[in-house]
C-alpha cells in the first residue's frame, strides 16, 4: 500500500517525511464521531505533529488545541483553531508565554504548582482580566507504559499531588484574577492496555468529590491523552480503538448534568499517518553484524534513540520481496552517534545502496523532534492528498 503511494515520488532527493492525509482523515473521522456519541471533547495535542497540512485537517475538524508553549498557542490560533478552544499546558510556562496566551483569550491554563496559580492571578491582574484555569492533577496512576513517557506518578515533575490541594484551594480562595473551571490529568503516553483508563477514571471520581465537598462546581473534567497505536501492526491496525476508549470513560467516569469532559489525544491521530522515507546509502557486511546506513537518522526521528521506540522498518523497492532471500540487518542512521539506530537484527530482503526504506509511524513526535545536531539540512515533507 505504502509501495505505491510511494512510487510516484522515486525522483525526491530523500530523507523525507510521507503523510498520507487521507489515512489522517478516516482516523479524525473515527475519533470524531466516536468522541461526538458521548459529547465529549477533544483537543488535539499539537507537540505531537504541527505540521501545517495535518494541523489545517485537525482544525477542520473541530477539534481543539492542547498547547504546551506560547508558540504552539500562537500557531493554533494562526490556524484557525478558537482561542475559546485552546488550553495552554506545561510544568514550565514564562511569564511572557502567560500574558500573550492571556492576551488571546484562550479558553484554559492548566496549571501544575501553586506558585504558578500566583504568577497566573498577577499577570491577568496587569490585563484586569480573570484567567480561567484547571488543576493539573498527579493522580499517581501507573499508565503501565515505557518509564520515559509515564507522567502520571508521584516521581514525576508534572502536576499536583493530592497533599498539595488543600494550598490550592486556600490560594484559589485569595486569588481574584484565576476562575477556577475544572481538574485536569496526563497520566502518559503510548497506554495500550486500556484499563489503566479505568484506573484513572476513579481517580478522577475521588478527586472530582473532594471539589465537590468544598463547594466548587467544575465545569470541565479534563482526562488528558495517552491513547496508544500498534506500532508493529501499522497496515492491520491503522486507526486506533477510539470507540472502546470513550465507552470506557463514559462507563466509569462520573459526570454531573452540564459537566463537560475533555480529552487531549496527540498520537492516535497523527501517528500512522506519517512515514519517514529514506534511502540506503551503504551496506556493510560484517561477520557478526550487517548493517544498512540510511541517509536519514536520529535527526530526523529521535524516538528509538530517546527512548528505544519501535518502529516498523520496510523496504520499498520493488522486486525485491522474494521469499527466503532476507538478511537481518542493524538499520542505523549516519549521526555520529551509537544510539543512532532504528531498529536491530531487523529482518529484510537483501538489501542494496540506494533502495528506499520506510520507518512507519512516525506520524507522532517525528517530523517535531527533528533536531540539527550534525548541522543536518531540514527535513521536508510530502504528501498523498
Ligand atoms: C503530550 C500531552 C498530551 C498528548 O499525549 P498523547 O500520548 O500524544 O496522546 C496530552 N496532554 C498533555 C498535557 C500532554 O503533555
Keep these: 500500500m505504502l509501495k505505491e503511494q510511494i512510487n510516484r515520488f522515486q525522483a525526491e532527493e530523500t530523507p523525507f517525511y510521507f503523510y498520507d492525509l487521507q489515512l489522517l482523515q478516516q482516523t479524525l473521522d473515527v475519533c470524531k464521531n466516536a468522541a461526538d456519541k458521548y459529547n465529549f471533547h477533544v483537543h488535539y495535542a499539537m507537540k505531537a505533529n504541527f505540521n501545517q497540512k495535518v494541523l489545517e485537517r485537525i482544525q477542520k475538524v473541530g477539534f481543539g488545541a492542547d498547547c504546551v508553549s506560547g508558540n504552539e498557542v500562537k500557531k493554533a490560533i494562526e490556524i484557525g483553531f478558537d482561542p475559546r478552544k485552546v488550553v495552554f499546558a506545561g510544568v514550565g510556562k514564562s511569564d511572557r508565554e502567560i500574558t500573550e496566551a492571556l492576551q488571546n483569550d484562550i479558553f484554559c491554563f492548566n496549571v501544575e504548582s501553586v506558585q504558578e496559580l500566583g504568577v497566573i492571578n498577577g499577570l491577568a491582574e496587569a490585563q484586569g482580566k480573570i484567567a480561567q484555569v484547571a488543576l493539573r492533577i498527579n493522580p499517581n496512576v501507573d499508565a503501565h507504559t515505557h518509564h520515559n513517557i509515564t507522567t502520571g506518578l508521584e516521581e514525576n515533575k508534572f502536576g499536583i499531588n493530592h497533599w498539595e490541594l488543600h494550598d490550592c484551594v486556600d490560594a484559589l480562595k485569595k486569588l481574584p484574577h484565576v476562575a477556577l473551571v475544572g481538574i485536569h490529568f496526563h497520566i502518559g503516553s503510548q497506554i ?50 477510539f470507540e472502546e476508549y470513550f465507552r470506557i470513560f463514559d462507563q466509569f467516569l462520573e459526570r454531573k448534568h452540564g459537566q463537560e469532559v475533555h480529552f487531549e489525544l496527540g498520537r492516535a491521530l497523527v501517528a500512522h499517518s506519517g512515514s519517514l522515507i529514506s534511502k540506503v546509502l551503504y551496506v556493510k557486511n560484517g561477520i557478526k553484524k550487517h548493517f544498512l546506513v540510511l541517509d536519514a537518522g536520529m535527526t530526523e526521528l529521535m524516538r528509538p534513540a530517546l527512548y528505544q521506540a519501535y518502529h516498523q522498518i520496510e523496504s520499498l523497492s520493488l522486486g525485491q520481496a522474494q521469499e527466503g532471500n532476507t538478511v537481518k540487518y542493524d538499520i542505523v542512521g549516519p549521526i555520529c552517534e551509537s544510539t543512532d539506530c532504528f531498529g536491530k537484527e531487523v529482518e529484510l530482503p537483501e538489501s542494496k545502496r540506494g533502495d528506499l526504506i520506510a520507518i512507519r509511524t512516525a506520524g507522532a513526535y517525528g517530523e517535531v523532534m527533528a533536531s540539527k545536531y550534525n548541522l543536518r539540512a531540514e527535513i521536508k515533507s510530502l504528501y498523498s492528498e
Design 192 to 241: 495500550t492496555n486500556l484499563t489503566v483508563f479505568k484506573s484513572l477514571c476513579v481517580k478522577v471520581n475521588e478527586i472530582h468529590s473532594w471539589f465537590e465537598e468544598r463547594g466548587f462546581n467544575l465545569k470541565v473534567l479534563n482526562v488528558g491523552g495517552g491513547l496508544g497505536v500498534d506500532y508493529h501492526n501499522p497496515d492491520e491496525k491503522p486507526i486506533a480503538d
